[in-house]
């Protein structure tokens, strides 16, 4: 799946401030006289920039300097009118935000439905862009380089390249929100994982089905893995699981989740998993075999 050409944006960062732009870019007024308007428009700009409401929204929502980070900001503020008053009502944890975001951020191509046969997965990509650390405000979240461990015990920590700006929501067939969460996927991994290879498998997840089982490979730590059946395993086997060792898998981003070296690492999984499994009625220990649980849809900011 392509990355779609991006629409008009209503922001734009100078240094480390965002200027909003307001509504003037997205809907259209009888026709101003050209000259004056942009130093109009600088002038509400600006003073917006130093609104109360608008520092705390800069505070509560942290965007990267990721390509996409510009374009997810503008649909943030469209979804609350620019009115920053209704910050808060950006969450990942809202059922009727994620379903404006992927509406919005697809330009109505992709819309979760109240009548669907199965659970409803949508990977947002930069749809993490807002609810960044505040660490990452001044790098491109898309291409992160940290310390990560591959399932060889024997190897020790070396530097990944990760993509940190992604999200997960997961809707039950009546369009209910499951749970969302943010992922972190591995785009290099020194001598086992190539940014190509990570790409085009993932880009091969639009409309392909999603099922859960139980990994319990020798030597590695056990985890339950969303798989989805893209047609390119013979390229490379990528789960969604939790946040432990890997060779290419993407991790399920849980605030809970034990260090890769504690004991309890090996019985965790994510909230996600846990409530996905719920919506079906069942529990972790109930996945014995492989599950078909849904239809997974890629939505690009």
């Not at 608008?54 to 990267?64: E, G, I, L």
């Not at 990977?123 to 310390?147: H, K, P, Q």
């Not at 749970?179 to 785009?187: D, E, G, K, S, V």
Request: charged share 25%.
């Amino acid at each position: 799946m392509g990355h779609r050409t991006p629409g008009p944006l209503c922001t734009t960062r100078v240094g480390d401030t965002w200027i909003d732009l307001g509504t003037s870019c997205r809907s259209q007024s009888s026709s101003p006289k050209p000259t004056g308007l942009a130093d109009a428009l600088l002038d509400v700009a600006f003073a917006l920039r130093d609104s109360p409401l608008k520092k705390k929204f800069d505070t509560d929502h942290v965007y990267s300097l990721a390509p996409e980070a510009a374009r997810k900001r503008d649909i943030d503020l469209q979804i609350i009118g620019d009115d920053y008053s209704k910050s808060a009502e950006i969450s990942i944890n809202s059922e009727d935000y994620l379903k404006k975001l992927i509406k919005l951020a697809s330009n109505g191509t992709k819309e979760v439905s109240d009548k669907a046969k199965k659970i409803q997965f949508f990977i947002i990509r930069g749809g993490g862009e807002g609810f960044l650390s505040d660490s990452l405000a001044n790098t491109d979240a898309r291409n992160f380089v940290s310390g990560g461990v591959t399932t060889d015990p024997k190897q020790k920590a070396m530097r990944f390249r990760f993509d940190l700006n992604d999200l997960l929501a997961v809707f039950d067939p009546k369009g209910k929100l499951v749970r969302a969460a943010f992922l972190q996927r591995p785009i290099f991994v020194p001598g086992r994982w190539s940014e190509k290879t990570a790409n085009d498998i993932y880009n091969a997840w639009d409309n392909k089905e999603v099922s859960i089982y139980r990994n319990t490979h020798p030597g590695w730590i056990p985890y339950l893995g969303l798989v989805i059946d893209d047609g390119m395993k013979g390229r490379g086997w990528v789960d969604l699981h939790k946040q432990e060792a890997t060779n290419g898998c993407i991790f399920i981003v849980d605030p809970a989740t034990p260090d890769v070296h504690a004991k309890q690492i090996n019985d965790f999984e994510p909230k996600l998993i846990i409530d996905v499994l719920a919506s079906i009625g069942k529990n972790k220990d109930d996945v014995k075999g492989m599950i078909r649980l849904g239809v997974m849809h890629l939505v690009d900011i």
